[in-house]
T-cell receptor
Framework: QKEVEQNSGPLSVPEGAIASLNCTYSDRGSQSFFWYRQYSGKSPELIMFIYSNGDKEDGRFTAQLNKASQYVSLLIRDSQPSDSATYLCAVTHNNNDMRFGAGTRLTVKP | GAGVSQSPSNKVTEKGKDVELRCDPISGHTALYWYRQSLGQGLEFLIYFQGNSAPDKSGLPSDRFSAERTGGSVSTLTIQRTQQEDSAVYLC??????????FGDGTRLSIL
């Protein structure tokens, strides 16, 4: 079983819709959860992190964490074509041992 | 600059040659990671350095791959006797107890 699992996609949503990206993890002791965005040909950039159960909102982005279900998600409201990228979920057991999922490719169609 | 710096940005070499890739982490970051990413694929963990501890080499794909980190700062990833399947983007990231991983721009390695 992979430590961090994501649906590889591609996930396609129309412009203005909500994109929902999901991630599950196997290590119940995981403490910190991150979402990175990677545009084609570029390196990953951190867009959200969450440590506690519940929701965390930052602009159009909302991260949701459910430790009991070992599930973390990223919602993107009012999706824009510029949001088209691969989104990587990352999980740490402590702050310096981060493991990545394979990523979900998102396409937002105008 | 203040970010993770990798060099060279591009490297083209012939099969069988050795290559060295360099990573200069963010100042003060104690952890340093190397990843490999083939076209259209996810991140493949290679090696992880944390302070003065022994590195986690569990991701190195073969004994042709090695890495060192001098003085707890700059790291060099060495690939000996390169093969065509080594062609990929090699990404370096650094982090600290107070900062998650930040990535460099990567080195695009092409083996002819």
């Amino acid at each position: 079983q992979k430590e961090v699992e994501q649906n590889s996609g591609p996930l396609s949503v129309p412009e203005g819709a909500i994109a929902s990206l999901n991630c599950t993890y196997s290590d119940r002791g995981s403490q910190s959860f991150f979402w990175y965005r990677q545009y084609s040909g570029k390196s990953p950039e951190l867009i959200m992190f969450i440590y506690s159960n519940g929701d965390k909102e930052d602009g159009r982005f909302t991260a949701q964490l459910n430790k009991a279900s070992q599930y973390v998600s990223l919602l993107i409201r009012d999706s824009q074509p510029s949001d088209s990228a691969t989104y990587l979920c990352a999980v740490t057991h402590n702050n310096n041992d981060m493991r990545f999922g394979a990523g979900t490719r998102l396409t937002v169609k105008p | 600059g203040a970010g993770v710096s990798q060099s060279p940005s591009n490297k083209v070499t012939e099969k069988g040659k050795d290559v060295e890739l360099r990573c200069d982490p963010i100042s003060g970051h104690t952890a340093l990671y190397w990843y490999r990413q083939s076209l259209g694929q996810g991140l493949e963990f290679l090696i992880y350095f944390q302070g003065n501890s022994a590195p986690d080499k569990s991701g190195l794909p073969s004994d042709r791959f090695s890495a060192e980190r001098t003085g707890g700062s700059v790291s060099t990833l060495t690939i000996q006797r390169t093969q065509q399947e080594d062609s990929a983007v090699y990404l370096c990231a650094s982090s600290s107890a107070f900062s998650p991983q930040h990535f460099g721009d990567g080195t695009r390695l092409s083996i002819l």
